[in-house]
């Protein structure tokens, strides 16, 4: 069974930056256009960045120009630098394929950014 599992999150101070990483134990990185989403406490999960197999990339608004997601398809491994961060950032921060499929859901990495 494939699984997804992010890391990277972590506290920090409002301007600063984090590298989320997302391993995958099958090929399903390397086949399939991929996506970072996240969840804040009281909210809707929602998508934050995208890309596809070709590496074309989306942003959600709020974080374009701060974000980049990236692939690697030899490691099956996707990231997400994240720089200039905000408080409003803060959430739970999942990765899956776009479209999403629920039997890809894992646990997700916290991000907490302090003002």
């Known amino acids: 069974q494939v699984q997804l599992v992010e890391s990277g999150g972590g506290l920090v101070q409002a301007g600063g930056s984090l590298r989320l990483s997302c391993a995958a134990s099958g090929s399903i990185i390397r086949i399939n256009a991929m996506a970072w989403y996240r969840q804040a406490p009281g909210n809707q999960r929602e998508l934050v960045a995208a890309?596809?197999?070709?590496?074309?990339?989306n942003y959600a608004d709020s974080v374009k120009g701060r974000f980049t997601i990236s692939r690697d398809n030899v490691k099956n491994t996707l990231y997400l630098q994240m720089n200039d961060l905000k408080p409003e950032d803060t959430g739970t921060y999942y990765c899956n394929t776009l479209p999403n499929r629920v039997q890809y859901w894992g646990q997700g990495t916290q991000v907490t950014v302090s003002s």
């Open positions: 890309i596809t197999s070709g590496r074309s990339t």
